[in-house]
């Protein structure tokens, strides 16, 4: 049954991955991004970690889909002119060796590692969310409180760069 | 019980078509989604190892990537609509500020 389940996402996942590289239209291809983060998150269900695959489904889906789709509205872009440069079949080419090369590495390395405590069943006891969040606000604290300085930074420079002069005007008054 | 390289060869996969779509597009628009791709690649490995290695540091690390995907996305964006209103294209091929 998983393993069915499992076929669909990669399935859906797939087709949808291609799709948002071949569509020449911008919004069509958002959309189907918009398809792949939710068969995403099914995965990630499938791999017992529901809190990432709401926060996947809020964030990814909720906000940098809607902000992408804004933007593609914004620019108001027909699909009409070539959406693909010339290096396509190069490209395409560099990408399939890449993967080929990976292929060959994983199937020469063991994929072992040393597990950890946190088994399937004591996190379903504790519940998910609360084992993230215990392990945020403990070991990794100090990356979490950078991430939130990343986040700001970022909200800064939204600003200061949609803003058009806003830096120019205030310095040239006090000139 | 699937097996943990089936999540492997997908997420690689999905970061190959990303790949591949930051090479041969042309507009800015989607290179950035390709490049969301590839972090969706590099989370679902994140959360694959967590889940078969019973280690929970690997989902703490996906909302490190979502944190960074989030900025990403909107300081490139910032970056595309300033490129617009300047330049009215956004398509890699005509952008050549920067060329040596």
Sequence with gaps: ?175 | MVPLSYYIVLSSVLFMLGVIGVLVRRNIVIILLSIEMMLNAANINFVAFSHYLHNIAGQVFVFFVLAVAASEVVIGLAIIIALYKNHHTINVDEINLMKW
């Design chain 1, 1 to 175: 049954m998983t393993l069915v389940l499992f076929a669909y996402f990669a399935a859906v996942i797939l087709i949808t991955g291609i799709l948002v590289v071949t569509l020449s239209n911008p919004v069509h291809a958002v959309l189907s991004l918009l398809v792949m983060f939710f068969h995403v998150a099914g995965i990630y269900v499938l791999l017992n970690a529901e809190f990432i695959a709401i926060v996947q489904i809020l964030v990814y889906a909720g906000a940098i889909l809607v902000l992408y789709l804004f933007v593609v509205m914004l620019l108001n872009l027909s699909g009409k002119e070539k959406s693909h440069n010339r290096q396509f079949l190069f490209g395409s080419f560099v990408g399939v060796t890449m993967f080929i090369e990976l292929m060959i590495f994983l199937s020469r390395s063991p994929l072992s590692g040393t597990a950890g405590s946190d088994t399937v069943d004591k996190i379903r006891s504790t519940g998910n969310t609360q084992a993230i969040g215990e392990s945020l606000f403990t070991t990794y604290l100090w990356p979490f409180e950078i991430a939130s300085l990343i986040l700001l930074v970022a909200m800064i420079g939204a600003i200061v760069l949609s803003k058009n002069g806003i830096l120019r005007e205030s310095w040239g008054e006090k000139k």
